[in-house]
């Protein structure tokens, strides 16, 4: 984003940014302080700890070199770990990240799983709770359907070195 006041990037600011300026009831992201900082602690596992684990499973659908071996070490991480932490601390009572109604966590979060679909057998090996919490989640957002279903295709049709290979 660029205004006059200057320019605000990375994702999550930016979510948090247009929050803040128009979603004024809260809606995507609490206006209450404690709500808000959860909201904003799973923004920040998402930046810090899950998605640094994606590039090297999901981003070879935009031509990127990946390592394979990298690719097999993260996957673990996402089982072993950071799946774990999503459904045991950010979804452990509430059916959205410490919510009953999705927030910017959620849109942060979900479509990102996507990038595994690029990787059948990986995808295979994803729990069916994050399964059905990327769908729940994806399916909460229709009016951006059609850029879901833009990655969910890429993802899907990818059929490039690592597609078939192993978790």
Same mark, same amino acid.
């Given at each position: 984003?660029?205004? $006059? $006041?200057?320019?605000?990037?990375?994702?999550?600011?930016?979510? #948090?940014?247009?929050?803040?300026?128009? *979603?004024?009831?809260?809606?995507?992201?609490?206006? *209450?302080?404690?709500?808000?900082?959860?909201?904003?602690?799973?923004?920040? @596992? #998402?930046?810090?700890?899950? /998605?640094?684990?994606?590039?090297?499973?999901?981003?070879?659908?935009?031509?990127?070199?990946? *390592?394979?071996?990298?690719? =097999?070490?993260?996957?673990?991480?996402?089982? *072993?770990?950071? +799946?774990?932490?999503?459904?045991?601390? +950010?979804? =452990?009572?509430?059916?959205?990240?410490?919510?009953?109604?999705?927030?910017?966590?959620?849109?942060?979060?979900?479509?990102?799983?996507?990038?595994?679909?690029?990787?059948? =057998?990986? @995808?295979?090996?994803?729990?069916?709770?994050?399964?059905? /919490?990327?769908?729940?989640?994806?399916?909460?957002?229709?009016?951006?359907?059609?850029? +879901?279903?833009?990655?969910?295709?890429?993802?899907?049709? /990818?059929?490039? $070195?690592?597609? $078939?290979?192993?978790?």
């Amino acid at each position: 984003m660029d205004g $006059d $006041d200057g320019a605000i990037w990375e994702s999550n600011a930016v979510m #948090r940014f247009l929050c803040k300026k128009f *979603d004024t009831e809260g809606e995507l992201y609490p206006t *209450d302080i404690v709500k808000a900082g959860r909201v904003d602690m799973a923004l920040d @596992w #998402r930046q810090t700890a899950f /998605y640094p684990c994606i590039p090297n499973i999901g981003y070879v659908v935009f031509g990127m070199p990946c *390592d394979e071996t990298k690719a =097999k070490e993260d996957f673990k991480k996402l089982i *072993d770990v950071h +799946f774990k932490t999503l459904l045991d601390v +950010f979804l =452990k009572d509430t059916p959205y990240c410490f919510s009953e109604k999705p927030t910017i966590a959620d849109l942060a979060i979900a479509p990102v799983i996507t990038f595994i679909k690029a990787r059948a =057998k990986f @995808w295979d090996a994803v729990p069916d709770a994050i399964k059905e /919490y990327h769908t729940r989640v994806l399916e909460a957002f229709p009016g951006v359907e059609e850029n +879901f279903k833009m990655l969910d295709g890429m993802a899907t049709s /990818y059929s490039g $070195d690592g597609a $078939d290979a192993e978790p």
